[in-house]
């Protein structure tokens, strides 16, 4: 595998270059006595960020590229983008929070949009964060049920 | 003398290898960083300050790295650097998806970029000489735009069903064959270019080479032409992504790789015809496909006729590849401001292009796109006027002073 070898090569050489020199930090730290340590297993807590996002089918339809919160940092709605070919004719569309279910697991997180491609593919187009955001919201609450 | 055709013949095989490869390896960047950063937890900020560097290299690097290829002496030497320039920067981005490696790589991908578009026309100019430029240079363009096409095509399989990563992991291992070629394009030597004597003769004749009418109007038209251009795609494919949901994807697939063909197709002729009829109707042509295109978007009622409407851009396309060195070699008349010449040329049209993005993006999210298509339409249109009116022939000028 000459490739990964070439670019193992490169990436050692820039790390030497990028890693300033110091005092080394093999010794983990101790935590100060305020705060402690809890591990979340990774079907308690899952990244969302840059996550594929499949439809109930899981067919992959979209990427969750941002979550927008209120006040209380609670999520109010996923930023997805859709489609595009080489990244010509991509389209964010923001969906609420209330659209997605998450299933996480080992290994193999996965998030459902219970939205259908027609109920999205009109949506207006999420493009400013400084400007007031388009979700789209189910109109009445219509979960759908579980298929797997 | 068989075998001196017979190196010339390789030689020329391998300058359309090396046009495949070098566009080949430019397809995976551009807007798919954005996609692969996304599915690198990279946020929208830092998503868009990448892409911004980048683009903002590639402007401020042209002028530069024009007169850096007209400095050197080895041309090949430089096309070589840049080759190995972006295959570094595709590994960087292939293996260490991080914010310092990314932007590394960005800023030498902008730069490097900056120095192929000149060192392969220049090496082209040594291989065959003045007369025969436009046929090279449309032939450049035929194999840069197989190179395009196919790597898109590939790329988009590979981003698909193997990994985002293998996108650029694909660019990098282009280089190989690329480099490979380097040595076989040996061009007879060539006189060094005239040059003044004196410092003073020097500074007045880049001052006589920036004032020039040719050299102003033609760029003044590579920046309406990309200002025109640039967003048309964008915008529409972001239409149809609306109308036809995630299946719009193949007709995105074939909204680029038709434009390819149709450059492929008509490339050569492009050049052929420049030598024989002059550069002044292929302007013509080339610039008015613009206007015509933005009005049958505008207008457009199925998103299938798209693909044939797209493939007109081909056309543009093919007269401003084979143009921008054709002209370039017309204004400096041998000379050795020849990159620079490109450089200009290419400012022009990276600055053309990105605001072409931002103002045509901005107005079809406020006035929808059928404003947007028709303003772009007449840019064009102004762009087809300045050519009709201020560009002379400069095929047919004799040297001057």
Known sequence: ?148 | MPRKRATKTRATRCLDLLNFCIAGEQTGFGPFVAVYLAARQWSQVEIGFALSLGTITAMVSQVPAGVLVDALRGKRNAVAAGILAIGVSALLLAVWPALVPVLTAQVVHGFASCVLTPGIAAVSLELVGRAALGERVGRNARFAALGNGLAAGAMGLLGSYVSDQAVFLLTAVLCVPALVTLPFIDAKPQPPPRRAATRHARRAELVALLTDRRLLVFAACAALFHLADAAMLPIAAGELTKREGVHANLIIAACILAPQAVVALVSPWVGRTAEQFGRRPLLLLGWASLPLRAVLLAVLPNPYLLVAVQAISGVSAAVFGVMVPVIADDVTQGARRFNLCIGIFGLAATAGGALSTTLAGGLADAAGDPVAFLSLAVVGLVGTVVVWLAMPETGTIEAED
């Open chain 1, 1 to 148: 595998m000459t490739v990964s070898r070439v670019s193992l090569i490169v990436l050692l050489l820039l790390l030497m270059a990028a890693v300033p020199e110091g005092p080394s930090r093999s010794t983990t730290p101790e935590l100060p006595p305020t705060v402690e340590l809890q591990t979340f297993a990774p079907r308690e807590a899952m990244p969302v960020l840059g996550h594929r996002v499949v439809e109930a089918d899981g067919e992959a339809v979209a990427r969750l590229i941002d979550v927008l919160v209120d006040p209380g940092g609670r999520p109010v709605a996923a930023v997805l983008d859709f489609g595009g070919f080489m990244g010509v004719g991509v389209r964010k569309i923001a969906v609420h929070w209330s659209t997605l279910r998450f299933e996480p697991g080992e290994g193999t997180h996965r998030i459902i949009l219970t939205l259908a491609p027609d109920e999205i593919k009109a949506a207006p187009e999420y493009r400013d964060p400084e400007k007031p955001a388009p979700v789209v919201v189910p109109a009445t609450p219509k979960p759908k049920p579980e298929q797997q």
